[in-house]
């Protein structure tokens, strides 16, 4: 048996690629992302009472890797990218049914001229289709007891540093409130792909329309330069 669903929402979010996004949500807090919703379901009636949740549930579509099909055996990153678990044992983009289940904050639902949500720390690129909204609710779904198999607590974070270069393009180029902190942030997470270690080799990842070029050595990052792109 198949089943159709159909987006209730839309993603506005600064990622305008997979590379760079944080591996989980609430990781880089300063990405301030739109849930913005679809006809019919953009009526004042069908968020009334979710304001009082500070946090939500998002179940969305993987829409960017769905050609690339699933495995039943992946290679978390967490894992340093060679060892394999199952699919169902990881958070892989790349699912049987490519849907993915984020725990972000709700910081506002807004109601003038259809309706969105503002998101806190949310791990979406820009344009991902969201099938659902629901509510967190902490006494039954917060459980600090858990055994988080080989996910057992937060990544090391890498020091991130600014090239006088870097910082004088931040000044110039006047983006978005919180952009530094959003920068610093998602290059904490170290978004090499797992084992990639070259001090050479400049990386580039997109926030907003901004190209933010960065090194990484040893356990520090460099922002190098900060392009501004037309999208
Ligand atoms: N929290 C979700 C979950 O557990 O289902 C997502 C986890 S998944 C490992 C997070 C990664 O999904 C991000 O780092 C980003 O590279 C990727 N991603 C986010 N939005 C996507 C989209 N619309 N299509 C494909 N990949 C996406």
Known sequence: MNYTFEPIGVIHSPYREKFGIPRQPSLATAAGVTLQLLPPYNHPDCVRG???FSHVWISFVFHQTLERGWQPLVRPPRLGGNAKVGVFASRSTHRPNPLG??????????????????????????GTPVLDIKPYIPFVESRPDAAGGFVDGPPPLLKVEWSDAALRQLTELEPP????????????QDPRP??????????????YCYN????????????????????
């Open 50 to 52: 979710l304001e009082a």
């Open 194 to 207: 797992a084992y990639q270690d070259d001090p050479q080799r400049v990386y580039g990842v997109m926030l």
């Open 177 to 188: 409130p919180g952009f530094a902190t959003l920068v610093e942030q998602v290059l904490a």
């Open 101 to 126: 289940l984020s725990l972000v904050e709700l910081v506002s639902v807004s109601t003038e001229g259809g309706v969105s949500l503002q998101l806190a720390g949310a791990d979406l690129l820009d």
């Open 212 to 231: 933010v070029r960065f090194g990484i050595v040893g356990d520090k990052a460099t922002v190098l330069e900060i392009l501004r792109e037309n999208q």
